[in-house]
């Protein structure tokens, strides 16, 4: 659960607010890789906003890399540097475990590799 709010005394606009305690509580840990956010319509029922406001934060957000939107499926905390280098790290590990079991060679692995990566 997200525990935001909004000042509205603050000379900081409302969206600014938004945009910058998710991305926040995104730095700390708090919300991690593939947290689903609220919708925009509950998000800005619950902090009493309009839902252009929400919108545009999450928009925002999207645009610096720090959520992702699936669609109808929702907004979700993206993956990135650290976390991107850690999942790649686990599918190499499990892509080298899977090799050395099929029998290939690191060489042989690595021109598979290669191929898949480079299309």
């Known amino acids: ?3 935001l709010q909004v000042d509205p005394a603050s000379h900081v606009p409302p969206f600014e607010q938004v945009r910058a305690q998710i991305e926040a509580l995104c730095e700390r840990g708090e919300l991690e890789p593939g947290h689903r956010l609220p919708t925009v ?3 800005a029922d619950d902090l009493g906003l309009a839902v252009n406001t929400v919108a545009r934060a999450y928009r925002e957000l999207e645009q610096a890399g720090v959520v992702e939107t699936r669609g109808r499926h929702g907004t979700f905390v993206a993956m990135r ?7 790649g ?31």
């Open 89 to 119: 790290r686990v599918a190499a590990v499990a892509f080298a475990r899977r090799a050395r079991e099929l029998g290939l060679g690191a060489e042989q692995a690595l021109v598979l590799v290669r191929e898949a990566l480079l299309g």
């Open 41 to 43: 319509r509950r998000l």
């Open 1 to 3: 659960m997200m525990l």
């Open 81 to 87: 540097g650290a976390d991107v280098e850690r999942e």
